[in-house]
């Protein structure tokens, strides 16, 4: 234990500046029982996400250690408290660990919003596979929107209800059609989405409804890293709109391994069809769909959504390291405790290694020359 302890010492090191104070201040420690101090409160809650396997498994395992006497409703309560503290330490440590990006000033006062989510999600005793969606500030991490359905819900933008005028939604292909865009736009909020050449870039006009543009014909022209922005029309609610289209061709290395995700996507949800004519075309380019007018370059926009994917590829490792996807229940605050706790244990690892502090294993002779030195 005494190893363990040093251990778990050191890893207090690495948290941010005033977290024992934040838990008091956030609620997520009020009174000391079985659990003595935030440290302790912190002890058990990475117990529970990584070793204790359920509320019960944890209650188990820190009866046997001795450690403390406390119950698996007094442990759920706990974990439910401490969402707002665990993402508070999330956020500082993300950003000390530069696991987050600087917001670029030509944004101001827009809140930029990441969207994503993730099928499979596995929930409760019964471990039923449900849709964790959820909505992020794309600089800071702070949490949004969570939101638990069905798998036949299915990932769009009208899952999430608290959009504004002052927001800027960015999310992946999933989420770039018509149906999407228009929904943003009764709402009043900005976008930066991905689309495909079927859908939003099937439906673009140089003048309402007489000039048709052929998308592929306008980006055909362009070389490895070079962009374009279109100013088009679409039709939405009802009408024609402005909308700006900015697009990128790929080096050859990226459509290469692009095409690579999209077999291992067609053999995992279409029988194992081979990549489509459609599907490589549309692999050779990053194409967005955007509001965003003069306050922005093509190149800035293509950047806001680069972002994104940085954060996404994140959030894979994460989900593959820490099992993130596997949730245990549906109640919102315990969702989002999961999901910051998750996301801390991910953070500190990143932190850990990024200092150094994982040296290789010395060997016996080493440690007998270490020993007399």
């Not at 736009?185 to 006009?205: E, T």
Request: aromatic letters at 8%.
């Amino acid at each position: 234990m005494g190893r363990e302890n040093n251990r778990f010492e050191s890893m207090l090191e690495l948290l941010p500046e005033g977290w024992e104070e934040k838990a008091n201040e956030l609620g997520a420690f009020q009174r000391a029982r079985e659990i003595k101090s935030p440290g302790g409160l912190l002890r058990l809650i990475l117990l529970y996400l990584t070793e204790g396997k359920s509320f019960r498994g944890t209650s188990a395992v820190t009866r046997l250690s001795g450690e403390a006497a406390i119950s698996d409703v007094a442990i759920l309560k706990r974990m439910r408290n401490s969402a707002a503290w665990l993402q508070w330490m999330c956020e500082n440590i993300c950003r000390r660990a530069g696991l987050t990006a600087a917001k670029p000033a030509w944004l101001k006062n827009k809140n930029v919003t990441l969207i994503d989510g993730t099928e499979d999600v596995k929930c409760g005793v019964r471990r039923r596979c449900y849709l964790l969606h959820y909505s992020l500030d794309l600089f800071t991490l702070a949490a949004k929107e969570f939101l638990i359905t069905d798998m036949r819900t299915g990932e769009k933008l009208a899952n999430f209800k608290l959009f504004g005028k002052n927001d800027i939604i960015v999310a992946d292909r999933a989420y770039g059609n018509m149906p999407g865009l228009s929904y943003l736009k009764r709402l009043g909020a900005g976008y930066v989405l991905r689309i495909q050449s079927r859908g939003v870039g099937n439906g673009l006009y140089a003048a309402k409804g007489k000039q048709k543009i052929d998308l592929f014909k306008r980006l055909g022209a362009l070389k490895e890293g070079e962009i374009a922005d279109i100013r088009a029309l679409c039709a939405a609610n009802g009408k024609y709109e402005p909308i700006r289209i900015c697009a990128m061709r790929k080096d050859t290395d990226s459509e290469r391994a692009g095409l690579k995700r999209l077999a291992k996507a067609n053999q995992r949800k279409r029988g194992g069809k081979a990549v489509s004519e459609e599907q490589c075309k549309n692999n050779k380019y990053v194409i967005v769909a955007t509001s965003l007018g003069k306050q922005a370059s093509a190149a800035q926009v293509l950047e806001l959504y680069r972002a994104r994917w940085q954060i996404e590829i994140a959030f894979k490792r994460l989900k593959s390291l820490f099992r993130y996807n596997d949730l245990p229940a549906t109640n919102g605050e315990s969702v989002k405790a999961w999901f910051y706790g998750k996301l801390l244990l991910a953070a500190l690892c990143e932190t850990l290694v990024n200092a150094g502090r994982f040296p290789p294993r010395k060997t016996a002779k080493q440690q007998r020359r270490d020993s007399f030195s």
